[in-house]
């Protein structure tokens, strides 16, 4: 499989800036990109061939979004808004609030997330104190909302201070997590319900970033971020601070490495269907200067072309 994209092959999606962009995924049946812009406070969204990019703001840092859908038919998306689960039918509409997680929403909120193939909504979060370092305090709940009479939010993992990378091998066994700041992916054999079970592994352990590290500067290959898996079962994430995204084999070894054009790539998605597409979200918020302006796509949608097919979206089933 040729898995190979240079910088210059890349495009940046014009009026696709944002802060923190995150949570890609590829609408089946609409044929659109959604993706969010976290500390931008917005949704977006984009079908190739349109004008430009679509932007809905919201009243709150939506952490992750997935596509919606009640009784079998589409509808909408459901919102992780910090620490409410929200459902929005209609683009631009109103937000139902589905359920909240048990988080203190003045140190903590939610951040990376998808559902699983049950149409479950998992959430991890991220422990953002007014002051001090970030601790391992963060969780990754699982939200069910399938039935409106019995909605449940557990708490499935822990120990971490930014929940990211969460991501599902094709047949469920296998589920992936990573902690951004401890440089770290680690993979659970799961149950029959993707749930899961025992210790984990670590499947990928990367280089701190090394004491005095600036931007510009060499040495540091990046920390794990967002991540997807491919009809292969390979893992690719992005490496925030690395300006790259990463295949990784279910064994954990480097298939493929792709730079990217923006230092802060923050989470690939693999379109499935049609030509093969990978998109990835970054940052430019809180990025120096001097950074922004040697790296002009910082903050944009990333798009090229590579022959590796993407698994379809898990959708959030809602309950009547």
């Not at 919201?58 to 596509?67: D, K, R, T, V």
């Not at 929005?88 to 997680?101: K, M, T």
């Not at 798009?303 to 898990?314: D, K, Q």
């Amino acid at each position: 499989m040729s898995i190979s994209v240079s910088p210059a092959s890349w495009t940046a999606l014009p009026g696709s800036l944002a802060q923190l962009g995150e949570s890609p995924f590829w609408h089946p049946q609409e044929e659109r990109l959604y993706w969010v812009d976290i500390a931008g406070r917005a949704l977006l969204r984009w079908r190739p061939g349109d004008a430009g990019v679509e932007r809905w703001d919201m009243p709150g840092e939506p952490g992750c979004i997935a596509p919606a859908q009640l009784r079998g038919v589409a509808s909408g998306l459901v919102v992780a808004l910090r620490e409410r689960i929200c459902h929005a039918p209609l683009w631009g509409g109103e937000l139902r609030e589905l359920a909240r997680l048990p988080v203190d929403a003045a140190t903590q909120r939610a951040n990376d997330g998808k559902c699983d193939a049950l149409g479950r909504f998992w959430v991890g979060t991220v422990h953002e104190p007014a002051s001090g370092a970030r601790q391992p305090v963060a969780g990754l709940y699982c939200v069910d909302v399938r039935v409106a009479s019995s909605v449940s939010v557990h708490r499935m993992l822990g120990g971490v201070a930014t929940a990211n990378g969460l991501a599902w091998s094709p047949d469920g066994s296998r589920m992936y997590w990573s902690d951004t700041p401890a440089h770290v992916i680690r993979v659970w054999d799961c149950n029959d319900r993707h749930e899961p079970v025992g210790a984990p592994r670590v499947f990928r352990q990367f280089a701190a970033r090394p004491e005095g590290w600036q931007p510009g500067m060499g040495g540091y290959g990046g920390r794990p971020d967002g991540a997807a898996v491919d009809a292969d079962g390979h893992y690719w994430c992005a490496m925030y601070e690395g300006a790259r995204v990463l295949r990784l084999a279910p064994d954990g070894t480097l298939a493929a490495e792709l730079p990217v054009p923006a230092p802060c790539p923050t989470m690939p998605c693999l379109a499935s269907g049609g030509a093969p597409r990978l998109y990835v979200t970054s940052a430019s918020r809180g990025r120096p200067a001097h950074e922004l302006l040697q790296w002009p796509m910082s903050g944009m949608l990333l798009c090229g072309a590579v022959h590796a097919e993407g698994l379809p979206v898990n959708w959030c089933e809602i309950g009547a």
